[in-house]
């Protein structure tokens, strides 16, 4: 039996409806879990809508209510957060090629800083699992399974893009020669952002919640610093 009332626009739903009359949104609405995120991410290769625009803009102005709202079932209202993500990445990859945005005035290039600039892309899609898993981790008393906290990292990591063509690009392109404080500079507004979205998903106590926010980054930090310095070594030793 269907929902009583559509999760997207509250419109009442018949018994034998496939599709709320009002907004369009299927009827059969479930948890998200990880048979719908494979699907998402097919879709995201597959299919591109409209909506990105939009998605981006609410983002900006409500990052956390956003993710609330689509894990809730609003998820006709929002462009595919997993499609989001594949577009942004590719706007972020190509700046960081066409600008050299990973590199420095130093004269020595560390195989780490190399291997981030070359798979700059890939990278930016291992860090969303990886930080997923942290959150769901530190968050998991809030009741959200791996599959939603992934959901929130995918918009949230999709939003990034803004961050790249907003604050790190012109920056680095002005100030090269103090890329590290401009680093230090993008870390940090990126930090508050992603708090921000955190306080508003989780609710709860905001210190508690901008703690593990900040926790949630260093793990993941962390732990792409190990993976990178791992493949770094077996590539030169090869």
């Known amino acids: ?15 034998n409806d496939d599709f709320c009359a009002k907004c369009g949104q299927s009827a059969h609405i479930h948890r998200i879990d990880m048979h719908h995120i494979w699907h ?45 993500l594949v577009l942004t990445v590719a706007i ?3 700046l960081t090629h066409y600008f050299h945005l990973m ?6 290039v560390n195989p780490v800083t190399e291997l981030s600039s070359k798979y700059f892309n ?6 969303v699992p990886i930080s997923s898993f942290y959150m769901w981790l530190l968050f998991r008393k809030k009741g959200y399974n791996y599959a939603e906290n992934l959901t929130f990292q995918a918009f949230i990591g999709g939003f990034r893009v803004v961050f790249f063509i907003l604050i790190f690009t012109p920056l680095v392109l002005l100030f090269r020669q103090y890329y ?10 990126w930090f508050i952002f992603t708090a921000w979205a955190k306080v508003q998903f989780f609710g709860g106590p905001k210190w508690l919640t901008i703690l593990k ?19 770094a070594y077996f590539l030169i030793k090869r």
Not at 1 to 15: D, E, H, T
Not at 122 to 127: A, N, R, S
Not at 180 to 189: D, E, K, N, P, Q
């Open 92 to 94: 972020s990859a190509f």
């Open 103 to 108: 590199e420095n005035n130093s004269q020595s």
């Open 40 to 84: 998402d991410v097919v879709h995201a290769f597959v299919h591109a809508d409209k909506g990105v625009i939009h998605l981006t803009k609410e983002l900006a102005l409500k990052p956390g209510i956003v993710v609330k709202e689509y894990v809730a079932g609003k998820r006709k209202k929002y462009f595919n957060p997993f499609s989001y």
């Open 180 to 189: 590290f404080y401009v680093l230090g500079i993008y870390m940090l507004a």
């Open 213 to 231: 926010a900040f926790l949630v980054i260093l793990f993941t930090q962390m732990t792409m610093t190990l993976i990178l310095s791992m493949v």
């Open 122 to 127: 890939l990278i930016l899609f291992i860090g």
């Open 1 to 15: 039996m269907n929902a009583a009332i559509c999760k997207n626009c509250q419109n009442p739903l018949g018994k």
